[in-house]
């Protein structure tokens, strides 16, 4: 049996290097849609951040199996929360070092999305949900830690990349390695099996 060639509605590079490690028949295309409009017309109805990623992986499916009505694609969205605190991407040094310095020595959670349409419509859906706890990180730190790392970490929300340097600024992991990469991958490779989309 083969495998069912899979839609990745995004441009992550990270989620596309997963799906093929897996030996996931894969192609990318991003979903362009207006995260931040939507983002504040969840805010206005006091969304929860789990609600928020689940919204926006879904539009990004759903943009893509439009344009690919018979294909099977994945919609995928993260957000990092602090309580219910919703937080973005630094788009410079100085809102990454603002970042840093306010989750030092604090938890927060990052919240992976996952919606999967076929025939044009939605038929799987997964939130997977980890704690991180970073370390207390002096002014100093930090700033070293940006001058070696830079812009690379503004791709990542919080201006951390677990994978690499980033996991040096934490003390405390819990959840699921994938889901902190912004792909439970475990839980979509079960369901893709199962259906019958991949070999098992």
């Not at 030996?23 to 991003?30: D, H, L, N, P, R």
């Not at 199996?65 to 099977?72: I, T």
């Amino acid at each position: 049996m083969a495998d069912t060639p899979l839609i990745l509605a995004s441009s992550s590079s990270i989620r596309l290097e997963l799906l093929k490690n897996a030996g996931v028949s894969v192609t990318a295309v991003a979903a362009r849609i207006d995260e931040a409009a939507v983002r504040m017309a969840l805010a206005q109805e006091d969304a929860k951040p789990r609600d928020v990623a689940d919204t926006l992986a879904e539009l990004k499916a759903r943009k893509i199996a439009d344009r690919n009505p018979a294909g099977l694609v994945l919609g995928c969205d993260q957000v990092l929360a602090v309580g219910d605190d919703i937080w973005s991407k630094a788009e410079t040094v100085d809102e990454a070092r603002d970042q840093l310095g306010k989750l030092s020595g604090c938890m927060h959670h990052l919240h992976s999305a996952l919606v999967l349409y076929h025939d044009a419509r939605p038929i799987w859906r997964h939130i997977g949900t980890a704690k991180l706890t970073m370390r207390p990180l002096g002014e100093g730190y930090i700033q070293a830690y940006l001058n070696r790392n830079w812009p690379e970490v503004s791709y990542s929300v919080g201006a951390y990349q677990i994978e690499r340097e980033g996991i040096r600024l934490f003390s405390a992991v819990e959840g699921d390695y994938f889901t902190i990469l912004g792909l439970p991958l475990l839980p979509l490779l079960s369901y893709l099996s199962l259906r019958g989309f991949i070999e098992s």
